[in-house]
Structure formats: C-alpha cells, structure tokens
C-alpha cells in the first residue's frame, strides 16, 4: 500500500504529511493512524454495475431454467460459479444480462461486472485490472489499492466474505483469467461468459455449465419479427430464410433485423439477394471452413455497405483506436470532424447495431465488430491515413493529459516539453481538476492502451512522454498497475530513442511507485540512476529533485539523520536556484526537524512553507504542511493549536475529495483527542481507522491503529484488552518486516503487560526490542532505547 493521497511513503514514517509535490513528500506515522473515508460514518457501498438489460429478449427458458436452478444450490461451502460457453456472437452476453437482471433482487449487497475482453483484437483485460476496477467499486480508495495480484485478490475475497452480491465476469479467455475474481466464501454467485469450455473451473471449482447453441429456426424467426415488428410484415418463409443465412446468431439477427427494419418499403426478398451476393463475395475471400463465422462476416458487411459514406469511414477509422471503449471526442479526433458530425454518425452506427453506447458519451464495438472494422480500415484505408490517424488520436490523449495535470496545479514538478499537437488536433480543456480526473478515470484503460501503441508503432518520444506527464496523478492516487505498467514501457523507449531526459524522468517515476509500494531499495537505486544522469547534464534544479526525493526513501525507513542530510543537500542546491524550488525540500526539513528534536526550528520551517504553498495554489501541499505544524505543536503540549491545524488540513482533504488526505488528518485529530482526554472520541477514530484498513489490505496502517487503541485502552486502565491490541500490532508489523515499529509496538505491549501484573511477559517484550532498535540513532529512538533499559532494570527478576 502506498501512502495517502500525494504524499508518496510507504509505511511511513514517525512524523506527518510534509510539504511537497505527491512523491517528493512524507506522510507520517505514529503509534495511531488510520484512513477514514469521510467524517461521517461511512456507507457500505452496494454496487449496480449491470450493463442494461437487453431489448427484445427472446427464447434462451431451457438455459434460463438452468441459471435460476443454481440460486437454490446447496454448494456445501463452495461460492457457486456458472459458465455460459459457446460461440462467438451466439448471445452468451445478453443471455447473462438478461438473467443477471432477473436474479439481482437475490443479491441484495449489489452486483459487480467486468468485461475481460478475452477475444478482443487488443489485450484482454488483467486479472489485476478488474480487481483494481471491484476494489474502488466496493468503496476502496484507489490510492489504497494493493500492488500485487495475489494481495488484491485477498482483499477482494475479505470484502465479498460477508456480501451476498452477483459477480458477472464477461468474456473470459481462460480459467488463469477469472481464478483470483472468484470469491472466497460467502453467498456469492459468479457468473462467467466465454467462447472456451473452461473445464478447469468445472473440475477443480465446481462450476456449472451452460452451453449456449445457436437459435432453433422458430426462436430466430420470432426475434426477427419482434425486432422489425411495426415496420413491416414479411412472409415466414423469407424471415426463415433470412435466418438462415443469419447461422442463427443473435448477434447477426440482430444486425439483419436492424437493416430490415430500416428499410419497410423493401421486399425481405430482395434484401436476401442481397444478403447472399454479399455471402458469395465473403466466400471468394475467405478460407474459413467455420460457417458460422462466415455468416457473421457476411451480416457485417452487409449491413456496413449500406452506411453513408461518412459513418463507413468513421467505423472503419474507429477500428483503429488503440483501448476498448472510447468518447464522442476521442471518435471527433480519430476522423477529424467536428465533434457534432461524430456524434451524429455514432448515432447511425448504434442505429444500425455496428456499435453499442454504453453510457453518456461512451461507446464500444462487439469484439467481433472491432475486428471487422480493423479488417475493413486495412483494406480500404492506404497505409498513410491509418498511420496519420492514429498519430492523430495518441497526440491527442498525450496532450489532454497534460492538460490534466495542468489542472491538478501541483508545485514542484516540471512539466514535460511536448510539442505541438499533431495537425487538427485540439486537446480537451478542463475548468476544475475534479473535471480532469473525471477525464482521467474514464479514459485510464484507454491511456494505457495508448501508451502500448504508442510502442507498437515506434513513437518512443511519446510513449515515454505520457507517464512522465502523469506522474504527479499517478503518484497522488496511486494507480499501481498502470504506474508500473507506463512507467517500465516508458523506460524502454526512452533508452531505445537514448534520451537521457526522458531516462532520468522515468527513473524518477518508478522511484516514486517503489517507494510507494514499499520496496525501498529499489526505490532508492532508481533514484541514484537518475541523479547520475542528472549531475552528468549539469541539472541543478532536478540534482536537487532527486536529493529530496532519495530523503524521503530514508525517512521511511526512519533514517532520521540520512534524511535530514539529503533534505540538506536538496535545499542548499535549490537557494542558488531560485525560493520557489525550495518548498518541497523545505517542507519535508519541517518533518526532520521536529523528529531530531529541533522544534523552533520546525516551525520556521513549516510556517514558510505553508505561506509557499499559498502563493503557489497547491492546496495538497499546503494540507500536508499543516498536518506537519500540527505534530510540532502535539510535541510541545500545544493542543488547541494542534487542533486548529489538524482541523485545517481535514477541511482541504474534504474540498479536494481526497480520501487518503482526510485519513491521515483524522489520524491526527485522534492524537490530539488522546492528548486532549478525549480518550473515548479517540477510541472512535482508531476504531474506523483499524476497519478500514482492514477493508483495503494495509496492514501496517491496521496495525498502527490497534496499536493507537492499545494506548488508549492503557489510559482507561483496561490493560487486558489494551493487552490484545498491543500483541496483535507487534505480531504484524514484524510480520511486515518493520523493525523500527515492531519496536515502538513491542514497548506499548510490555507497557500494558507490566501494568496488568504479568512482569516477565513484560520484561521478554522489552527484550525483544531492544536489539530491533540498534540500528537507528535518532533522538527519538534514544529516548526509547534509554527507556527500555531503564524498565528492564527496574523490573523485577
């Protein structure tokens, strides 16, 4: 897990949000912490992420029968899994729609879906993907997603434990794609769609099978009707005719019906003819003996041939868009008309069943749709204008991303020289931030997908430039699978085009996700990378960067005097610079400061750089700093400062809608309500703070809170269950491999022991800390090696 919203640590360390840009900041630790969602105490969220249900269902009550007999299964323990299998476009889809939105009312704490596009022309979706996308649906922040696959899906499976909820897992490739999505325990159904067997899930999972043929002649009959019904009355006998040639695919009859329906003053018989010229042509082209396949190509292009020349060109061009789904605007840029006509001609194409909208300004191809469309743009489109479109649409992501993080106005980073937009291209632009990363969370797949064509087509300045653009956003919410994804991708084509600027940045980039990820080492050598290309280009400014970047990797880990050494180097390089690339060193020199002990000094320092802040408009930096004022005043007994502070801070993680910001501000206010007596209303705080760290899998934060709980239970004198809290803290932090807190959690617990009468459990506690806390020489930890000793001598033997 990363830490809170922009700041950038890991575990943390023993101070509190410091100044800086997302990564270039630290967010600190006591022996309390904890994310709370909102002041408030927070809904459960019950997700209804159903696609609609689908128009004009027909047949499918033996499949449907098969379905609902598995909502009273007696599965002895086993979460229930059905598989919908069979061919492509033979409606698995609508079939498990259609039956989802029957059977919801059984599933009242919501339903969960995911397109895996395990047949899509472009990659399929990760497992580690749809986990992120049900993690933030069942209300994890994403900054508190986990990084690794098998961490999410344990996460995922503790959510769904206690939830009876529908999981519908559409398109799946293989049983290696859908295993980690399956619940764990629980009443949970999951339902998966797939053109594969996936005989794996049945033998070993348990899952039950529904194997979807083609329509009978009579069913294919009555969905044509019902489509065309009110537009025209055909003779059975043709209809029949013109299903057959439809193989009975639902995804065929359905195009066939739209065309039929769109044209009522045409005999059927004539648009059969049709049908079979175009079957006949499909037959030349092809060697495909699979008949089935061969129908629905025919229905496409039958169907395609009768488009307006305009909305041909644009479903062809939009073929060539590198992610699954894509908007009014990006279609606009992709044929380069104004956004108006696109939005008109999508309108036909939906029409017409070439495409489906599925949402406001969201549209997306059936996979055997897009590659029809790719198939069509190769044939009819000269290799030039599909290199020219899509350089047209990669531009345009690139530069509405930058236009992104323009509205983000966080300080400190520098922005990346792109360039001119590629010809006709105009970016989007955005009003507030929180409008940006509405842009962002949308086209997130699509960015990804971006920066892969970006690589495939040999435009390694761009696919490097992309998550140089986006780290800040990266770093402020902690997107990890794309962080890393983007960011290793955008390594390579930065060494394969030699830029070392683009070496340095992306470095710097995967810096920021180690050390968020807690792999400080790793962290810390991409950092020493990128400060060697910086001091051999003579980069004051980023050498400077990099310093304070590589003392916050050592504040982690709580090498207090390491930290306040490289924060030193960073701030004496950025006075011959210029007072505004201070900040961010300054901040963090605030947090040092006050851990070394030098509290006056503490404040200068936090006072400046929060009055930076303010002129800069970085309200994220600004919040950090006051959280760091905040633990200097805690320090010296100033409580009701403290608390104007804190108060601050939790008032602008509450404007900007950032979760993991508001979190840690609540992680403070419980100190000072400890501080203050006001032992129960902290007793509250670490509670929520422990169960929602339980909820996203941070268990260090989880441990830190039960530890704060311990501490207060200490003060109420209930020292068994302050006891229990202490013991369960230690047992997970050096579960974690966390000395330093394993330590401060192990004093806590021999503290509470000594008091309970339990003297040797006590002494065997301090014991156990002591050697843990021989590698750090801070003030901090002095004090309390000194204190263990004083205690393990005057504990009786």
Not at 126 to 137: H, I, N, Q, S
Not at 216 to 232: D, I, K, M, P
Not at 763 to 783: G, H, I, K, Q
């Amino acid at each position: 897990m990363g830490s809170g919203a922009g700041d950038g640590s890991g575990q943390g360390t023993a101070s509190s949000f410091s100044g800086g840009a997302a990564h270039a900041v630290v967010q600190g630790r006591d022996f309390s912490g904890g994310v709370h969602f909102h002041t408030g105490q927070a809904p459960v969220p019950v997700p209804q992420q159903l696609p609609g249900n689908v128009r004009g269902f027909v047949n499918r009550t033996v499949d449907l029968e098969h379905l609902d007999a598995a909502l009273g299964e007696d599965v002895a323990g086993r979460v229930p899994v059905l598989v919908i299998a069979g061919t492509a476009g033979v409606g698995k889809t609508s079939l498990a729609v259609h039956w989802a939105h029957r059977a919801k009312e059984h599933f009242p704490d919501g339903q969960l879906y995911v397109n895996l596009r395990g047949y899509d022309p472009g990659a399929p979706l990760t497992a580690a993907l749809a986990l992120e996308r049900f993690l933030v649906a069942l209300g994890v922040p994403a900054a508190a997603i986990p990084t690794d696959v098998e961490a999410r899906a344990a996460l995922y499976r503790t959510l769904l434990a206690d939830r009876n909820m529908l999981v519908v897992l559409d398109n799946a490739a293989s049983v290696g794609q859908v295993r980690p999505l399956l619940p764990g325990t629980g009443r949970c159904l999951t339902l998966i769609t797939s053109r594969s067997r996936l005989s794996g899930l049945v033998a070993r999972d348990g899952a039950r099978r529904v194997t979807l043929e083609v329509f009978e002649e009579s069913a294919a009959v009555r969905l044509l009707h019902e489509t065309t019904g009110g537009y025209r009355t055909d003779d059975d006998q043709e209809v029949a005719e013109l299903a057959r040639l439809c193989a009975r695919l639902p995804l065929a009859l359905r195009v066939a019906a739209e065309r039929a329906a769109a044209r009522p003053r045409v005999p059927l018989g004539m648009l059969i003819e049709d049908l079979r010229d175009e079957s006949s042509l499909w037959d030349a082209l092809s060697s495909d003996d699979d008949d089935e396949a061969d129908a629905v190509r025919t229905v496409f292009a039958w169907s395609y041939r009768a488009l307006p020349a305009d909305a041909a060109r644009l479903f062809r061009l939009l073929g060539l868009h590198p992610g699954p789904d894509f908007s009014t605007h990006a279609a606009a840029v992709i044929a380069a008309i104004p956004v108006g006509q696109a939005r008109r001609q999508l309108d036909v194409l939906v029409g017409v069943h070439l495409l489906e909208q599925i949402g406001p300004d969201r549209y997306q191809f059936h996979d055997l749709l897009r590659a029809y469309a790719i198939d069509q743009a190769q044939r009819l489109d000269p290799p030039d204008e599909r290199r020219t479109t899509l350089r047209r649409v990669l531009s345009w992501y690139l530069h509405t991303a930058d236009a992104v993080v323009a509205a983000e106005r966080r300080h400190g980073y520098s922005r990346i020289v792109l360039g001119s937009p590629a010809d006709g291209v105009r970016p989007q632009e955005f009003a507030t931030f929180l409008e940006a990363m509405d842009w962002f969370r949308a086209e997130q797949n699509n960015l990804l997908a971006a920066q892969r064509a970006m690589v495939t087509a040999g435009l390694d300045r761009m696919a490097w430039q992309l998550p140089a653009v986006l780290r800040s956003v990266y770093a402020s919410y902690n997107f990890f699978e794309d962080w890393l994804t983007t960011g290793s991708l955008g390594l390579e084509a930065a060494r394969r085009c030699e830029d070392q600027e683009g070496q340095a940045v992306l470095l710097e980039v995967l810096g920021m996700f180690c050390r968020q990820s807690h792999r400080p080492t790793e962290a810390a050598d991409h950092y020493q990378a990128a400060l060697q290309i910086r001091r051999q280009a003579s980069d004051r400014r980023s050498e400077a960067w990099v310093l304070n970047l590589l003392g916050t990797v050592f504040l982690d880990g709580h090498q207090v005097n390491e930290a306040y050494a490289h924060f030193n180097q960073s701030a004496d390089l950025c006075r011959d610079i210029g007072p505004g690339e201070l900040i961010a060193p300054t901040a963090n020199l605030c947090v040092v400061s006050r851990q070394l002990g030098q509290l006056s000094e503490a404040i200068e320092l936090g006072r400046w750089a929060r009055s930076a802040y303010q002129d800069v408009g970085d309200r994220n930096g600004e919040a950090n700093v006051l959280g760091s004022l905040c633990d200097v005043h805690l320090e010296l007994g100033q409580l009701d400062p403290a608390a104007s502070l804190v108060e601050e801070s939790l008032a602008i993680a509450l404007e900007l809608d950032n979760r993991l910001m508001e979190g840690v501000a609540l992680n403070r206010l419980g100190r000072v309500q400890l501080a203050r007596g006001e032992v129960d209303e902290a007793l509250v705080s670490y509670h929520r703070s422990a169960t929602i760290h339980r909820r996203i899998g941070d268990r260090g934060r989880e441990a830190e809170a039960l530890d704060g709980t311990g501490v207060a239970y200490q003060v109420l004198r209930r020292g068994e269950e302050a006891v229990a809290f202490h013991r369960q803290a230690a047992a997970t932090h050096r579960d974690l491999g966390d000395r330093w807190r394993t330590a401060v959690a192990l004093d806590h617990l021999a503290t509470a022991l000594r008091e309970t009468g339990a003297d040797e459990q006590a002494r065997a506690s301090w014991r156990e800390a002591l050697p843990l806390l021989a590698e750090f020489d801070d003030p901090e930890t002095v004090t309390l090696r000194r204190s263990i000793e004083t205690a393990l001598t005057e504990s009786p033997s």
